[in-house]
């Protein structure tokens, strides 16, 4: 027994070495780099290891921004840092084409280059940062990004533990479920024993176990690891069904080999309202951003859009004067000076990128086939309002 202790010792000493050494030796604990590992009990190796571990998962340094700090450094580097999701079809994906090479395209992405258009006049200033589930948030937090634009839902608890500020909604989706034709169910209701895929954090979770909660619905939660996607984990046939928000859901479907074999059930088991995110505290930044969204729903509601914009100078409308900078107030010579942009900051938004109705349909309703719903303007309908632009 004492030697076959012995054997095991030396089998955990040297994958030690080999392993945890070679990521030490690159700069991760150089503390124990010269450490003699031989003379240590298999308590004292686990506990070390578990330092290591621990200390290659901790968090970089917060950023605490403060009035006008986050405009500074995207105005020094020359352009804005936007998190938002890869191989997000309709929201957000990087393209390949002959004549542009690679870009990034989609919804979220076009709320980035909004951004960019109306701070630097340039609509493709802006470098693209992926983030997950986990990173979305910790990026915001030590300030790897300047703003988040990934499908992100706006939550109590996100807004206040977290610090972050959420922005106008640009997306008002729902939670629902797809499924397998080859079941034969048409609700979420007759899924009884089904096996459901989530992931363990975001808030799908949540609202699943809630409406089978309240439906008394028994159910199988398998619980898809932070390194997987809930898509991949689904068609592998690990589980029946997952839910997510339904544009995810019809972005998700489009790229399954077979799509017309998956149904999405028509459900809708949460509120879920998307937009952009910032981290708390710099005034001046959640400004600019904020101002830039209402800037896309004010256009399509003036009806000026990326083709009819130049046509719109010199207008007799003093509202859409104040809109192309051309008329303001007292103490400033146009509204975008109050922000540190220029007179064509909303000008060069809707020129280069186009207003809400445009980049809508061009990412949502050509490449998904998805109605507008809710993201309608409040005069059609819809919850799109926006304040006053003076």
């Known amino acids: 027994m004492v030697f076959a202790g012995k054997v095991i010792v030396c089998i955990v000493w040297l994958f030690w070495v080999l392993v945890v050494d070679n990521a030490v030796g690159q700069g991760i604990d150089k503390a124990h780099a010269t450490m003699d590992?031989?003379?240590?009990?298999?308590?004292?190796?686990?506990?070390?290891?578990r330092q290591v571990i621990e200390k290659n998962n901790t968090l970089g340094p917060e950023y605490f921004p403060k009035y006008s700090s986050t405009y500074n450094r995207v105005i020094e580097r020359g352009v804005v840092i936007c998190g938002t999701k890869?191989?997000?079809?309709?929201?957000?994906?990087e393209v390949w084409t002959?004549?542009?090479g690679s870009r990034w395209i989609g919804?979220?992405?076009?709320?980035?280059?909004a951004v960019a258009a109306a701070v630097f006049g340039d609509a493709n200033a802006v470098e693209y940062e992926i983030v997950d589930g986990v990173t979305r948030f910790t990026y915001l937090i030590d300030g790897t990004i300047d703003m988040l634009s990934a499908a992100t839902t706006y939550t109590f608890t996100r807004n206040v533990l977290k610090k972050l500020e959420f922005l106008p909604t640009t997306y008002y989706d729902g939670q629902g479920f797809i499924t397998k034709k080859t079941l034969g169910v048409s609700s979420a209701k007759q899924m009884h024993g089904a096996k459901i895929c989530f992931k363990g954090s975001g808030t799908s979770a949540k609202n699943i176990a809630d409406f089978m909660q309240l439906h008394e619905i028994k159910y199988t939660p398998v619980v898809v690891s932070e390194k997987e996607?809930?898509?991949?984990?689904?068609?592998?046939?690990d589980c029946d069904m997952y839910g997510t928000d339904r544009s995810g859901l019809a972005s998700n479907r489009l790229g399954f080999k077979n799509p017309e074999l998956h149904i999405i059930l028509p459900e809708i088991i949460s509120k879920e309202p998307?937009?952009?995110?910032?981290?708390?505290?710099?005034?001046?930044?959640?400004?600019?951003v904020r101002w830039t969204v209402y800037v896309l729903f004010l256009a399509e509601e003036m009806e000026?859009?990326?083709n009819n914009i130049d046509r719109m100078k010199n207008h007799i409308d003093p509202n859409i004067q104040r809109f192309m900078g051309e008329?303001?107030?007292?103490?400033?010579?146009?509204l975008g000076a109050k922000l540190g942009l220029d007179e064509s900051w909303s000008y060069n938004i809707i020129k280069q990128v186009g207003n809400y109705k445009e980049i809508f349909q061009r990412n949502i309703t050509k490449r998904l086939g998805l109605q507008r719903g809710l993201n309608q303007l409040y005069s059609q309908g819809g919850l799109l309002y926006a304040p006053l632009l003076k």
Do not use: A
């Not at 590992?37 to 290891?49: A, G």
């Not at 890869?86 to 994906?93: A, I, L, M, T, V």
């Not at 998307?274 to 600019?288: A, E, M, N, T």
């Open 327 to 334: 008329k303001n107030g007292k103490n400033h010579p146009h």
């Open 304 to 306: 000026i859009d990326s």
């Open 86 to 93: 890869d191989e997000f079809p309709g929201f957000s994906e």
């Open 37 to 49: 590992h031989s003379n240590m009990t298999l308590d004292e190796i686990e506990k070390v290891r």
């Open 274 to 288: 998307l937009g952009p995110v910032v981290k708390y505290g710099d005034q001046r930044w959640s400004d600019i």
């Open 107 to 113: 919804f979220d992405v076009d709320i980035c280059r």
């Open 98 to 100: 002959h004549e542009d």
């Open 229 to 237: 996607n809930t898509k991949d984990v689904y068609l592998k046939g």
